[in-house]
């Protein structure tokens, strides 16, 4: 049969993805069946030689660096400063609270880059405050949870350093300013919906903030706000490249967390070194086994298949987009970012570049589709996250969350079908 391999791959991922089996030896091993359907016994060697160059990429190193300067970013007291700079700013608002949680998870999340320590670091903090104001606990959660996604698209953002591994090596610095605007808007979708839901619920306004208390609570977060300016400036100034900056990111963190706020002591340093490590293995694993994957379905000459039979389908830009935004929504529901980038870029991008839209564009699109899905069951880990912080269950949780994905899917259909939201800040900075 033409396609067994891909239908031995298939459904080896499923069947192994229902067993609860972790998603990275699912695609490993579901890869594995795979390449055993088309060649036998090479198949251990192929996968293994796939496995380990598909790791082996300078590039790749920017990702171990960026995820201890957010550890050390997270433990060094960087949410506080951020929470109340982020209350002199939007906190006087009607249903100020949930402003303040939406804007400091853009902030934490733009300089960690990850969604997971945003709604740890600034949910652990803000859910049990809003919670005591008289805010709906449920409505809490569901506002940490999405608004931890925005850091994602806020660069620097490690799932954008592998989206231009995946795309061919496309300019991290062009994907990272593609982010802004996008990232941004999410943000202020949440933000209505919150202005909404406040103004329903009689949830009250925070006190206003004096020009003397917003300018102390400036100066006590602007030396970690500053850690984007400086991994971006450098980048675009051609200073440093993006491996290069991540480095950079881990030696201001460390100045800034262990010697001028103090917060991490020399004795800490170990321990977030192992987690660090042990993080990075679990990500370089995902990786490994979504690039093995990747050369299956290619070698299978899948991508061009899908291609064909979705332009086959329709030569309308519209329709295709709207089928692949809703592929991806359903991707996002039950595969982490990180392999669903890596699997579906080289399928999707060819389609893309065949209607003739830009791969900076489209890679916004994809990253914005899967940032949805890290709020959403089975395998939402913000999702998860966010309800064992607030003390419910995702049975709560879920009506309250459902404005705020039709918010982010609003969103989404701007940035998809108005593609100079994603180009116009790299255009500017001279990024064709």
Not at 281 to 299: E, F, K
Not at 377 to 403: D, E, M, S, Y
Request: hydrophobic fraction near 60%; glycine fraction near 10%; include cysteine.
């Amino acid at each position: 049969m033409e396609y067994l391999p891909l239908i031995v791959m298939l459904v080896t991922f499923v069947v192994l993805l229902l067993l609860n089996v972790p998603i990275a030896f699912s695609i490993g091993l579901s890869t594995l069946a795979a390449l055993w359907a088309i060649g036998g016994r090479p198949a251990l060697v192929t996968i293994a030689h796939r496995v380990a160059t598909g790791i082996d990429t300078f590039a790749l190193l920017a990702i171990p660096f960026f995820i201890l300067s957010g550890m050390l970013m997270g433990r060094g007291g960087l949410a506080k400063r951020l929470i109340d700079f982020a209350g002199t700013l939007v906190g006087r608002f009607t249903g100020g609270l949930a402003f303040v949680n939406v804007l400091t998870c853009m902030l934490f999340g733009s300089i960690s880059g990850s969604a997971v320590a945003a709604v740890s670091s600034i949910g652990g903090f803000m859910i049990p405050v809003m919670n005591k104001k008289g805010y709906d606990r449920d409505f809490n959660a569901a506002v940490s949870i999405t608004a931890a996604t925005t850091g994602l698209l806020i660069p620097p953002s490690n799932i954008m350093i592998v989206y231009s591994l995946a795309a061919g090596g496309l300019s991290v610095a062009a994907i990272f300013l593609a982010g802004f605007l996008p990232g941004i808007l999410m943000g202020l979708g949440l933000m209505f919906v919150c202005w909404l839901i406040a103004r329903r619920k009689g949830y009250g306004e925070g006190d206003r903030s004096s020009i003397k208390e917003f300018l102390v609570k400036f100066r006590r977060a602007i030396l970690s706000l500053l850690l984007v300016f400086i991994v971006l400036g450098g980048i675009i100034g051609g200073i440093f490249t993006a491996t290069e900056a991540s480095a950079v990111a881990v030696l201001y963190a460390l100045v800034l967390t262990v010697i001028l706020y103090r917060e991490v002591k020399w004795k800490d340093l170990p321990p977030i070194l192992l987690e660090c490590g042990i993080t990075t293995a679990v990500v370089m694993l995902l990786i490994g086994t979504s690039v093995a994957m990747s050369w299956v379905l290619a070698y299978e000459n899948i991508p061009q298949t899908i291609s064909a039979f979705l332009i086959s389908l329709t030569d309308n830009k519209i329709v295709i987009l709207l089928i692949i935004n809703l592929l991806l929504l359903i991707v996002g529901t039950f595969m982490d970012m990180t392999p669903a980038v890596l699997i579906f870029t080289p399928i999707f991008l060819p389609v893309a570049l065949e209607l003739g839209i830009h791969p900076i564009h489209f890679g916004i699109i994809m990253i914005f589709n899967l940032c949805i899905g890290l709020c959403t069951p089975p395998v939402g880990t913000c999702l998860f996250v966010g309800c064992a912080i607030a003390h419910t269950t995702i049975g709560k949780v879920t009506r309250p969350l459902l404005p705020f994905f039709v918010a982010m899917i609003v969103v989404l259909f701007l940035v998809t079908y108005l593609p100079q939201i994603s180009l116009v800040v790299p255009q500017a900075f001279g990024y064709k």
